[in-house]
């Protein structure tokens, strides 16, 4: 447990409406990661952060954006939710050199 | 993209039981994580593997690195109701040190029969 937490734990949201999720770490690990977890697709990677305003993409980073202007901070936004981005969301952090990662509790996103 | 391909996807047993669950990929991984999911929470991390051959033990789960480093196995032995949840296996490759990056199965749903 690397002090992860993640806002909001739920939400419930309509097609075409702009979404923000939070995640928070208090371990000062330098990166961090959101993932989204599908019945039959276990967890996919979406961005990853290895730094202050340093990010890049993963395999399903289509329709989503991050943003990292702290070390404890990292954003997901969906500019424009749709049906097919509800999903559990993840986010993970790594200290550097290490392997391991470790989860927040996760956020239940239902675009509608 | 590259994958895992993790097996049984799902697990019926009775408590007391052994459990034997494997990952494995296509090419060659330098790690193998593997995590437990209960049921609306985020993965925990169970066993990390970092050597070719390797066996880790933690309480009654033991995970091995396979010697071809293309796998991985999980068994938990002697079952018991908490034992319940979903387990995921992850690698990394050489490429992927440098950004910490993982590599998911699918993951293996047990469910144990008190």
């Known amino acids: 447990d690397a002090g992860i937490t993640q806002s909001p734990r739920h939400k419930v949201t309509e097609t075409g409406t702009p979404v923000t999720l939070r995640c928070h770490q208090t371990e000062n690990h330098r990166y961090m990661y959101w993932y989204r977890q599908d019945p039959g697709h276990g967890l996919r990677l979406i961005h990853y952060s290895y730094g202050v305003k340093d990010t890049d993409k993963g395999e399903v980073s289509d329709g989503y954006s991050v943003s990292r202007s702290k070390t404890e901070d990292f954003l997901l936004t969906l500019e424009s939710a749709t049906s097919s981005q509800t999903s559990v969301y993840f986010c993970?952090?790594?200290?550097?050199?290490?392997?391991?990662?470790?989860f927040g509790p996760g956020t239940r996103l239902t675009v509608t | 993209g590259q994958q895992l391909n993790q097996s049984p996807q799902s697990m019926f047993i009775q408590e007391g039981e052994d459990v034997s669950m494997n990952c494995t990929s296509s090419s060659i991984f330098n790690t193998w994580l593997w995590y437990k999911q209960d049921p609306g929470e985020g993965p925990v991390l169970l066993i990390a593997?970092?050597?070719?051959?390797e066996l880790t033990s933690n309480g009654r789960l033991t995970a091995q690195f396979g010697i071809t480093r293309k796998d991985s196995f999980l068994n938990i032995s002697a079952s018991i109701p908490s034992d319940v949840g979903i387990y995921f296996c992850?690698?990394?490759?050489?490429?992927?040190?440098?950004?910490?990056?993982?590599?998911f199965g699918q993951g293996t749903t047990l469910q144990v029969k008190p």
């Open positions: 993970a952090t790594a200290t550097l050199g290490v392997t391991e990662q470790y």
């Open positions: 992850a690698g990394q490759n050489s490429g992927s040190s440098n950004t910490g990056k993982l590599i």
């Open positions: 593997l970092y050597k070719a051959g």
